[in-house]
T-cell receptor, first 116, second 111 residues
Framework: DTEVTQTPKHLVMGMTNKKSLKCEQH?????MYWYKQKAKKPPELMFV???????INESVPSRFSPECPNSSLLNLHLHALQPEDSALYLC???????????????FGPGTRLLVL | GNSVTQMEGPVTLSEEAFLTINCTYT??????LFWYVQYPGEGLQLLLK?????DKGSNKGFEATYRKETTSFHLEKGSVQVSDSAVYFC??????????FGPGTSLSVIP
């Protein structure tokens, strides 16, 4: 099973709402990622969790708050977002975060977020 | 710094035409190289990869060879189909857990 699942598929929220995006994988991968993708652009890395610890935060605004409850789950909590945060949010996982692993990432289908 | 450059397109081809999408990279050390494909409305899927110089990655009729001397990883397919219409991203992995993507190349294949 090489599947990464994400819920919800679509989300519309106001600027005062709080919502969460969820990601799940059952491949035994120990690294998980959040990316933001705008239309016609490559994914932009937001966060990396390795062995359930936050290892990379690409200077993401605090209105985005990641959480890794266990090795299979990754959440992204959203609060007080701005319209420019509207994008496709992609979750990915890879086998291992250590050097020597080839770094193949498996992506979920994404959550398409619209902030009004 | 580390970077990936690829032709941005859009590229429009007729069915059964030959496809080449150029990708060059700048990196320290010996990165792993990838091609990912994104179909409309979907996430990214790994198309093929190569982890060391002279390796050839292949999948679904697509091929790319890791050329260290020219720092390139060009994607080729001998005969494209309408179903190949998508955005193709060249990418590399350098240090611990960070993948760098090229800007993407949009491909449209017309019958």
């Amino acid at each position: 099973d090489t599947e990464v699942t994400q819920t919800p598929k679509h989300l519309v929220m106001g600027m005062t709402n709080k919502k969460s995006l969820k990601c799940e994988q059952h491949m035994g991968h120990r690294a998980m990622y959040w990316y933001k993708q705008k239309a016609k652009k490559p994914p932009e890395l937001m966060f990396v969790y390795s062995y359930e610890k936050l290892s990379i935060n690409e200077s993401v605004p605090s209105r985005f708050s990641p959480e890794c409850p266990n090795s299979s789950l990754l959440n992204l909590h959203l609060h007080a977002l701005q319209p420019e945060d509207s994008a496709l949010y992609l979750c990915a996982s890879s086998q291992d975060g250590t050097r020597g692993a080839d770094g193949t990432q498996y992506f979920g289908p994404g959550t398409r977020l619209l902030v009004l | 710094g580390n970077s990936v450059t690829q032709m941005e397109g859009p590229v429009t081809l007729s069915e059964e035409a030959f496809l080449t999408i150029n990708c060059t990279y700048t990196a320290t050390g010996y990165p792993s190289l990838f091609w990912y494909v994104q179909y409309p409305g979907e996430g990214l899927q790994l198309l093929l990869k190569a982890t060391k110089a002279d390796d050839k990655g292949s999948n679904k009729g697509f091929e790319a060879t890791y050329r260290k001397e020219t720092t390139s990883f060009h994607l080729e397919k001998g005969s494209v189909q309408v179903s190949d219409s998508a955005v193709y991203f060249c990418a590399l992995k350098t240090s611990y857990d960070k993948v760098i993507f090229g800007p993407g190349t949009s491909l449209s294949v017309i019958p």
